[in-house]
């Protein structure tokens, strides 16, 4: 209903609430003309105050609809049962039904009443309330917040008592819907739709009351700001600020109006997918958990994410004792309650990791450890071997050996048709910890996706510390493109897809993906992080082609050739393959650990990639088909073949 037909309204009830009153205190005899302009005056004297107060411009669809409704409840359920006590004793009623009625609205006003009063009392709102006739200007002390959302978000965050706490004064809102313009909300004007964004601004900037901050409630990305124009806040120093949510699965204790800072990841990111967190903590609560490469970008979210969800013993594993010391300092301050431990262990030691595991005895073990860096790993590719292969083949026959119901392996979308040393170890990896941990009462689920937006070693760092520096931003390629997403939705959905793995009957022959979006250019990326710092690209900061380096692919896959995918869930796909997968023999397997161990290069490559062959092989009834899957067969290899620099 727009303001025209609830200020109609208004003045209705108060024609007919006069009307009500002259029956019930002069009778019948009183719905005469003289009765009927008595009303219409009482009825022309609340319009004129709705001009002054503005009353209407409050949203009815924000009013405690359900509240309102129990006390009307309560009201009619107490006079029906007044008039059935006084008809059961014969006490004769004077008025009859007019004082029933009478009784049913003032009880119902009265209950109203006295809440609200308590309410404004506890909120310190009530002398407020009673005599300002305005929406209240922003404090001159405090920094001042736009609120950008849509009516509903910003009516529920200006209602929360604590949403704002002494750090800033609203001065509008801006919504999605233009024809909210002129609403309050909350004592907060709505100044325009977000379309209007940059003119808002101008006339707050006029007007003397340039926001300190913007704090956006959608949960969706904010390109549609663009990069630009955000970056030009910035520079004016605008804070940029988000509730937090559920993929930030803050600490407990933290108020869901809590303000945080937006992260650069965000502002570079699609949508993030939001889940149901219940199915994650139905897995994690009560279990005993061990995470190896806890200390990582990967790893540590999960500890944050598996801390949160109650478990009944953490275990951080780590080869880096930085990083094990920062991620168990975390824990130990956000639920100092939480039972944990620390153990400064490398994956390659099998003694020293069965011993670990037989002492945790751990129920769910999620293996993160990993060489990860493509150009790093392609130089040295024993490592690669021994940390990603031989470590995982470790961890599994650790996991197996204890008894461990779930292990997790945190995989690639470098190992679809692999082109690098990391991809090819990732995709060995993938089928050592089936071969090695799978059977017996031990579950094994691997999830493979693509870029996390700020993780040790990705483009994001890289380019801040190019663009901080003046550039140039270097990059390979103008067409490489990567899918992308945020660390802790990435965690997010390892744990969704794991849980989702837990609970089915027949054991996962597939290898679990995660739903990443539309892949972005490398190239966009980099422009849009410049427009960010305020600057433009080409312009203030060069951009730099240095040409495709060895190991590196133009595009990824999360399904190869010989595979297929299906949906398994909201955000989670399945890519099972066409054909049981060939067991890696035990003697490939002790020869390419024994020329890693030797430090033979040529030979490691040699075999590596000659297991990866194996793995990715496409039966011939398949391949007579045309298509595997989605994908047109031989396109991994395609890929491949020509992205060798």
Avoid at 417 to 439: C, D, H, N, Y
Wanted: charge should be neutral.
């Amino acid at each position: 209903m727009g303001r025209m037909g609830k200020i109609a309204a208004h003045m209705v009830l108060a024609f007919v609430a006069m009307l009500l009153a002259q029956a019930l205190t002069a009778g019948a005899e009183t719905f005469t003309a003289s009765a009927f302009a008595h009303a219409a005056l009482f009825a022309g004297a609340a319009l004129l105050v709705e001009i002054l107060f503005q009353v209407e411009r409050s949203p009815w669809r924000f009013f405690a609809a359900s509240d309102g409704l129990r006390l009307a409840r309560s009201a009619a359920l107490s006079v029906l049962t007044f008039a059935l006590i006084a008809r059961l004793l014969d006490v004769r009623q004077p008025g009859g039904l007019r004082t029933l009625a009478a009784a049913f609205l003032l009880l119902t006003a009265a209950l109203a009443g006295l809440r609200i009063v308590r309410r404004a009392l506890h909120e310190k709102v009530l002398v407020d309330a009673l005599t300002r006739l305005r929406p209240a200007p922003a404090s001159p002390a405090l920094p001042r917040l736009l609120i950008v959302g849509s009516a509903n978000e910003a009516e529920a965050f200006l209602r929360a008592p604590a949403a704002l706490g002494e750090r800033y004064a609203p001065v509008g809102v801006l919504t999605p819907e233009a024809r909210e313009r002129g609403d309050e909300l909350g004592g907060v004007c709505v100044l325009g739709a977000v379309d209007e964004f940059d003119a808002v601004m101008a006339q707050l900037r006029d007007g003397g009351l340039q926001p300190s901050a913007l704090l956006f409630l959608t949960d969706g990305p904010l390109s549609a700001f663009g990069a630009e124009r955000l970056g030009r806040l910035k520079t004016e120093g605008v804070r940029l600020l988000r509730r937090q949510g559920l993929v930030d699965m803050a600490a407990p204790g933290a108020g869901g109006a809590a303000l945080r800072e937006i992260s650069l990841e965000e502002l570079l990111s699609r949508a993030p997918v939001r889940l149901d967190p219940a199915p994650v903590r139905a897995l994690v609560a009560g279990k005993r958990v061990l995470v190896t490469g806890a200390g990582g970008s990967i790893g540590s979210e999960l500890a944050r994410q598996i801390a949160a969800s109650g478990p009944a013993q953490l275990t951080l594993l780590d080869a880096a004792e930085a990083n094990l010391f920062h991620i168990d300092r975390e824990l130990g301050e956000a639920w100092p309650q939480l039972p944990r431990r620390d153990v400064l262990c490398d994956v390659r030691d099998a003694a020293r990791l069965d011993l670990v595991f037989a002492a945790e005895k751990p129920d769910l073990v999620f293996h993160a450890a990993a060489l990860k860096h493509v150009t790093l790993v392609e130089n040295h590719p024993c490592e690669g071997v021994r940390t990603n292969v031989l470590g995982s083949r470790n961890v599994a026959a650790a996991a197996k050996a204890c008894g461990a119901a779930h292990l997790a392996l945190i995989s690639t979308d470098k190992a679809v048709a692999p082109a690098s040393v990391m991809g090819a170890t990732k995709r060995v990896a993938e089928a050592v910890v089936r071969q090695v941990g799978g059977g017996a009462d031990t579950r094994v689920s691997v999830v493979r996706f693509g870029n996390v937006l700020g993780s040790a070693g990705s483009v994001v760092p890289i380019f801040q510390h190019q663009i901080a520096r003046g550039g140039p931003v270097t990059l390979t390629d103008a067409e490489v493109e990567r899918y992308f997403m945020t660390i802790p939705e990435a965690v997010q959905l390892v744990l969704r897809a794991v849980a989702l793995s837990a609970v089915d009957k027949a054991p996962p022959t597939g290898v679990l993906t995660l739903e990443m979006g539309e892949p972005v250019k490398i190239i966009d990326l980099a422009r849009r992080m410049i427009e960010l710092q305020g600057l433009v690209p080409d312009k203030d900061i060069e951009i730099k082609i240095t040409g495709l380096r060895p190991g590196e692919k133009l595009t990824e896959a999360l399904v190869d050739v010989n595979e297929t995918a299906r949906p398994k869930s909201e955000g989670v796909t399945e890519a099972t393959p066409v054909a049981p997968l060939p067991p890696i023999p035990s003697e490939a397997l002790a020869a390419l650990e024994a020329a890693a161990l030797a430090g033979d290069e040529f030979s490691v490559r040699t075999q590596l990639f000659g297991l990866v062959e194996n793995l990715r092989a496409v039966p011939a009834e398949t391949t007579d088909k045309g298509t595997i899957g989605n994908e047109p067969a031989g396109k991994g290899k395609t890929a491949a073949a020509k992205t060798r620099a």
